[in-house]
Nanobody, 116 residues
Framework: QVQLVESGGGLVQAGGSLTLSCEAS????????MGWYRQAPGRQREFVAD??????TYTDSVKGRFTISVDNVKKTVYLQMDRLRPDDTAVYYC???????????WGQGTQVTVSS
């Protein structure tokens, strides 16, 4: 059974920092591209960042502020978020997508709220 369990969300003031974690189980971690997406109220889910063998990718709005990383031993992907802004407020979802295959899994989401 595949599980992606996120943690680390919360309420923070603008300019502050949070670190999200996502621990994976039930998958061969090294075969998957791990990523983060977010969904703000009334908006579609959007890509934030991902990390794979070829490297890391960020959406433009978070470049220079967010950092994605993985711990292959702990099977955990992290999203360090610095200089947070109110428009970063959203539910953040962890994603695991197999590099060569159809498997695609989502976590349950964790709320991040940035107050102005």
């Amino acid at each position: 059974q595949v599980q992606l369990v996120e943690s680390g969300g919360g309420l923070v003031q603008a300019g502050g920092s949070l670190t999200l974690s996502c621990e994976a189980s039930g998958i061969i971690f090294s075969l998957y591209r791990m990523g983060w997406y977010r969904q703000a109220p009334g908006r579609q889910r959007e890509f934030v960042a991902d990390i794979k063998i070829a490297g890391v990718t960020y959406t433009d709005s978070v470049k220079g502020r967010f950092t994605i990383s993985v711990d292959n031993v702990k099977k955990t992907v992290y999203l360090q978020m610095d200089r947070l802004r109110p428009d970063d407020t959203a539910v953040y979802y962890c994603n695991a997508r197999r590099e060569r295959g159809p498997q695609n899994y989502w976590g349950q989401g964790t709320q991040v709220t940035v107050s102005s």
